[in-house]
């Protein structure tokens, strides 16, 4: 196994520099913008459409509060509302770092308030049940809420019971750990991890089949897990394994081919493929595994669990999702306009939706113009013009201090925002982006900024 040196002494070369300079006062917006698939920032001086159009808006995540923020700004008159009952907000993308101990908790934790553009009600509820035929929503306090126009932000549904004898509760106990989906499982997941990383034994590191939040995500673990076992001086003391339901590790093709060699090769992870988690045992701390050779049982001293996951219950059985296919519960939307196939007045963003990539905030940045722009043309009468290529985007980090920016379409081909950054190779760029600012990017993007 290759240990790389951590030194980085020399002059700044010109790339570096160029960085630098592009992150310094406004452009650190601009370039962290660039990484979420905006090369511009908001401009105050739009002429507001006039409008008297009821607008809902389902879910307060990072898709929601965009769309508000956005509609807002873009509209003059109509009644907006937002329907969500959580209070705080989880800057999602840094679970990852809070679970492998590089921040605290408190830093990925927000308020919703902080975020609700002024004149847009919201309503502390969770929406149960979905009647685009009569265009009206349900929620769990029993009101019914008629729309003009319905946009659907939920993000999606974490199911651990999908996984016998798993429950959240047992994560930060019996060597079990899970980065999904709030600071209080990322938090004590790092008290797993940290344990494990300080003793050594065998860690099992799980992807669910299917689409996932941040798909990144389980990788992402894996390598910072085995990064702080070489900085601990235990990683001849730890046995890792990596289990892939499928057949590759990354969606885009490149990016699967360097994994497919560095896990192996340069990390000592032996990867097992075709194995998806059925079963836990935390008493026994041992997972039974479905393979195409029938039930594996494999002991572990650490686990990463990552559950399947869907779009919530009440869009899953609602007529708004995809009822066979590959997207089979998911929300239908057309994969360029956003719009639904069905029913024109319902757009969707977000992780809900029924798409071939991009459940991640880069996605989030990149669709809501598009479906803001559509339904606006749509207000007007006309055809959707705006489109959605399917950018994603993913720093993918490999240790702290260093990582791959990976951005790619629909098409899987790579398409970097930065000339200067090689999308190919482990640099520290991506690991400063995703440390330092992308967080300021996001919290601009929920306020419609970029």
Known sequence: MSHRSDSRHGSINPGRRRFLQATGATGV??????????????????????????????????????????????LDGARITIVDPREEHYYQPGLTLVATGAWDAERVID??????????????????????????????????????????????????????????????????????DNPDHA???????????????????TRAPGAIKCAGAPLKVTML???????????????????????????QPDMDEFLKRHFPDERDINVNWQHQLKA????????????????????????????????????????????DGPFAGWLEVDRHTMQHRRYP????V????????????????????VAVDNLLAVMQEREPAASYNGY????????QGRGILVEFDYDLNMVPSFDFIDPYKEQWVPWVMKDRMLHAAYNAMLRGRI
């Not at 007045?345 to 969707?348: M, P």
Request: net charge negative; glycine share 10%; with cysteine.
């Open 29 to 74: 917006l601009a370039a962290a913008g660039a990484v979420t698939g905006s090369h511009m920032l908001y401009s105050s001086n739009v002429r507001a459409q006039p409008s008297n159009a009821r607008i809902v808006i389902v879910g307060a995540g990072a898709a929601g509060l965009s769309l508000a923020s956005r509609l807002a700004r873009e």
């Open 345 to 348: 007045n319902v757009f969707g």
């Open 111 to 180: 308020r919703n308030a902080r975020y609700i553009p002024r004149g847009v009600d919201w309503v502390r509820s969770a929406v149960v049940e979905y009647d685009p035929d009569n265009d009206r929503v349900v929620t769990d306090g029993g009101d019914t809420l008629e729309y003009d126009y319905l946009l659907v932000a939920t993000g999606l549904q974490v199911n651990f019971d999908a996984i016998e004898g798993m429950e959240p509760g047992l994560i930060g106990q019996e060597g079990i750990a899970c980065v999904y």
């Open 280 to 323: 836990i045992e935390p008493g026994a701390r041992q997972a039974v595994f479905s393979t195409d050779n029938g039930e594996r049982t494999v002991d572990y001293d650490f686990i990463h669990v990552v559950p399947p996951m869907s779009a919530p219950d009440p869009v899953r059985n609602s007529e708004l999702a995809w009822a």
């Open 187 to 205: 938090g004590r997941s790092w008290r797993m991890i940290r344990e494990f990383t300080d003793s050594g034994g065998i860690g099992l590191f």
């Open 225 to 251: 897990s085995e990064h702080r076992l070489r900085r601990q001086g235990n990683r001849n003391a730890a046995e890792l394994h990596y289990f892939q339901p499928g057949d590759s590790l990354f969606s």
């Open 392 to 399: 994603t985007s993913c720093p993918l980090i490999t240790e």
């Open 350 to 369: 977000g992780d809900v939706v029924g798409t071939p990539i991009g459940k991640t905030a880069a996605s989030v940045k990149a669709q809501v113009p």
